[in-house]
């Protein structure tokens, strides 16, 4: 069985500093990519950034960076210079499966940057 | 580029009511999913289609239906509308997962709010 977990409820930052949202999974599947989703107020999902399970690096897009660490399960989110912009719901998911026909989704973490 | 549109954005049923919430992709995508949002519960999936007329349940599909008949459009039906289904309701499209890591995501429409009353 797949499974997610995001064990913050809620995080503060303050404005220009870095702040990490910890996500784990659970998988059996050799072959898996994580991914970050974030939310804001008004309810989209803006996809933010993909791991694959066979990637050596860790992935970066702009000021998001996903911490993988394999052995531990572990897909952490890590957004540095804060931005107000940045207050929002961030979820984790994990695509996966013999065929990764289905994406698996945490309960997400609310971000709130403090000016 | 429209992506995935859903309709309508709000809704309010009755109990006993039913709806159809519609999906519609453009990105020739094979992978469609319904999920519905809980405060605090993050995002549980209702049912999937891997193609036209495939479809298979996700994990809280009780009181709903879909069908894909075409690659475009994946349709969510709600029969005999309860307060429990009173959530947000996504609909998000995936081409095939690429390579050994699954590294495609999954695009989301803009979410319905249902409220049965």
């Known amino acids: 069985a797949q499974k997610i977990t995001q064990t913050q409820p809620g995080m503060f930052v303050q404005e220009k500093e870095a702040v990490t949202l910890d996500c784990t999974y659970d998988?059996?599947?050799?072959?898996?990519?994580l991914f970050w989703y974030k939310q804001p107020s008004s309810g989209e999902m803006i996809f933010l950034i993909y791991?694959?399970?066979?990637?050596?690096q860790n992935a970066t897009e702009g000021r998001y960076s996903l911490n993988f660490q394999k052995a531990r399960k572990s897909a952490n989110l890590v957004i540095s210079a804060s931005q107000l912009g940045d207050s929002a719901m961030y979820f984790c998911?994990?695509?996966?499966?013999?065929?990764?026909?289905?994406?698996?989704f945490g309960t997400g973490t609310s971000l709130t940057v403090i000016p | 580029n429209a992506g995935v549109t859903q309709t309508p954005k709000f809704r309010i049923l009755k109990i006993g009511q039913s709806m159809t919430l519609q999906c519609a992709q453009d990105?020739?995508?094979?992978?469609m999913y319904w999920y519905r949002q809980d405060p605090g519960m993050g995002l549980k999936l209702i049912y999937y289609?891997?193609?036209?007329?495939?479809?298979d349940k996700g994990e809280v599909p009780n009181g709903y239906n879909v069908s894909r008949s075409t690659t475009e459009d994946f349709p969510l039906r709600l029969e005999l509308a309860a307060p429990s289904q009173t959530s947000v309701y996504f609909c998000?499209?995936?081409?095939?997962?690429?390579?050994?890591?699954?590294?495609?995501?999954?695009?989301f429409g803009q979410g319905t709010r249902l409220t049965v009353v």
């Open positions: 289609s891997v193609g036209a007329g495939i479809t």
């Open positions: 998988t059996s599947d050799p072959s898996y990519g």
């Open positions: 791991q694959g399970s066979y990637d050596q």
């Open positions: 998000a499209s995936s081409s095939r997962g690429q390579g050994a890591s699954m590294s495609t995501e999954a695009f």
């Open positions: 998911a994990m695509r996966g499966g013999f065929t990764g026909n289905q994406f698996y």
């Open positions: 990105m020739n995508h094979n992978y």
